[in-house]
């Protein structure tokens, strides 16, 4: 499956973005779906994930309350709706796909990796 993550862009704090993440090659809706960030030098971090079917999300710490995971599969899409974005939450952005079962939050536990989009919050 390959995937395209676009939404990035420049933010004031306390604005907010929708990030996509396109798949193709195969329907998303077989594999559990995440979002992680990360900085130069920096470990990639995870930020949120969600079932096959959208019932079931995690999110890190950091985001909860503040963004939102969903998915349409018929579109075969996923996004990642963040509000109230902070300075800190200024990162590359990149979705992935994994085949298991379960959600997981490791970077190692997904298959596959888009491209990452970036995201600028000015203070």
């Known amino acids: 499956v390959q995937l395209q993550a676009s939404g990035g862009g420049l933010v004031q704090a306390g604005g907010s973005l929708r990030l996509s993440c396109a798949g193709s090659g195969r329907t998303l809706s077989s594999y559990f779906m995440g979002w992680f960030r990360q900085a130069p030098g920096k470990e990639r971090e995870f930020v949120a994930a969600i079932s096959r079917s959208g019932g079931i999300t995690s999110y890190a710490d950091s985001v909860k309350g503040r963004f939102t995971i969903s998915r349409d599969n018929a579109k075969n899409t996923v996004y990642l709706q963040m509000n109230s974005l902070k300075p800190e939450d200024t990162d590359v952005y990149y979705c992935?796909?994994?085949?298991?079962?379960?959600?997981?939050?490791?970077?190692?536990?997904?298959?596959?990796w888009g491209q990452g989009t970036q995201v600028t919050v000015s203070s």
């Open positions: 992935a796909a994994r085949s298991g079962n379960y959600v997981r939050t490791g970077p190692g536990e997904y298959d596959y």
